[in-house]
């Protein structure tokens, strides 16, 4: 019963998934050192921490509380993914937890479904586009759903290693969330972030490429395009490459 036991138990999971502390940092928003310290239990986290963690590998709510009483950590986390009373897990046969992969990519299908419902009411309540709060507004959203795609495509991942029926569905999940995000930028297309995005679609350089224009990275890149986040001395570069675009 402690927070290294809780922590070994969501590494183990994360590890299941075959998703590294780097894509799930993308999906929930906590930095990879904050997800290090969690699954280490080296410090409490805190609430918020915990909860963004919770929805990014679609746990119920209070399971890593639930987990650092447990007498067996495994073993919650096995019951959970299985639907069914939790089996033994001995550590001189197992050192990880017993995963349904079926089970864990239903799982993972229902959250990407919850993520597109919650988008859809979010759009649903934009304000007027004369407000001030209008471009504000729609970024919010916008960092919500590139995180859900994330998580979708990390998913779309984990369904197929798996085998699992909820492939396909999967696919059209991030389509969709795609489609969502393609239709908020469209709605600022005065934006810098929006008209940069729109001139890398059009251009027929590799992303690679256009990273070494611009004087970043193609993670840097990602992020200018899809959340806005323009690195201090980019931004003359950007407006060229845009300007040059249009």
């Given at each position: 019963?402690?927070?290294?036991?809780?922590?070994?138990?969501?590494?183990?999971?994360?590890?299941?998934?075959?998703?590294?502390?780097?894509?799930?940092?993308?999906?929930?928003?906590?930095?990879?050192?904050?997800?290090?310290?969690?699954?280490?239990?080296?410090?409490?986290?805190?609430?918020?921490?915990?909860?963004?963690?919770?929805?990014?590998?679609?746990?119920?709510?209070?399971?890593?509380?639930?987990?650092?009483?447990?007498?067996?950590?495994?073993?919650?986390?096995?019951?959970?993914?299985?639907?069914?009373?939790?089996?033994?897990?001995?550590?001189?046969?197992?050192?990880?937890?017993?995963?349904?992969?079926?089970?864990?990519?239903?799982?993972?299908?229902?959250?990407?479904?919850?993520?597109?419902?919650?988008?859809?009411?979010?759009?649903?309540?934009?304000?007027?586009?004369?407000?001030?709060?209008?471009?504000?507004?729609?970024?919010?959203?916008?960092?919500?759903?590139?995180?859900?795609?994330?998580?979708?495509?990390?998913?779309?991942?984990?369904?197929?290693?798996?085998?699992?029926?909820?492939?396909?569905?999967?696919?059209?999940?991030?389509?969709?969330?795609?489609?969502?995000?393609?239709?908020?930028?469209?709605?600022m297309p005065g934006s810098i972030s929006a008209r940069f995005d729109q001139a890398c679609a059009r251009s027929e350089l590799p992303e690679p490429v256009i990273a070494t224009l611009i004087g970043v990275d193609v993670?840097?890149?990602?992020?200018?395009?899809?959340?806005?986040?323009?690195?201090?001395?980019?931004?003359?570069?950007?407006?060229?490459?845009?300007?040059?675009?249009?």
């Amino acid at each position: 019963m402690s927070r290294e036991a809780a922590g070994a138990a969501i590494r183990t999971l994360r590890e299941a998934r075959d998703w590294s502390l780097a894509e799930l940092a993308a999906a929930t928003g906590v930095s990879i050192m904050g997800l290090s310290f969690l699954e280490r239990g080296v410090r409490k986290p805190h609430k918020g921490t915990v909860q963004k963690v919770e929805n990014g590998l679609g746990l119920p709510p209070g399971t890593y509380a639930r987990l650092v009483v447990a007498d067996d950590p495994a073993a919650e986390i096995a019951q959970f993914l299985t639907g069914g009373p939790a089996e033994s897990v001995s550590p001189r046969t197992t050192t990880g937890i017993v995963v349904s992969r079926h089970s864990d990519a239903d799982v993972l299908e229902a959250h990407a479904e919850a993520h597109l419902e919650s988008l859809n009411s979010l759009i649903a309540r934009l304000p007027a586009e004369t407000s001030n709060e209008y471009e504000t507004y729609i970024q919010s959203v916008i960092e919500q759903c590139v995180k859900a795609e994330l998580l979708a495509a990390n998913s779309w991942r984990v369904a197929v290693n798996a085998g699992a029926e909820s492939v396909d569905r999967l696919m059209t999940h991030l389509k969709s969330l795609e489609a969502i995000r393609s239709g908020l930028l469209a709605r600022m297309p005065g934006s810098i972030s929006a008209r940069f995005d729109q001139a890398c679609a059009r251009s027929e350089l590799p992303e690679p490429v256009i990273a070494t224009l611009i004087g970043v990275d193609v993670e840097q890149l990602w992020d200018i395009r899809n959340r806005g986040a323009i690195p201090p001395g980019v931004l003359p570069r950007v407006r060229a490459f845009v300007e040059e675009r249009s």
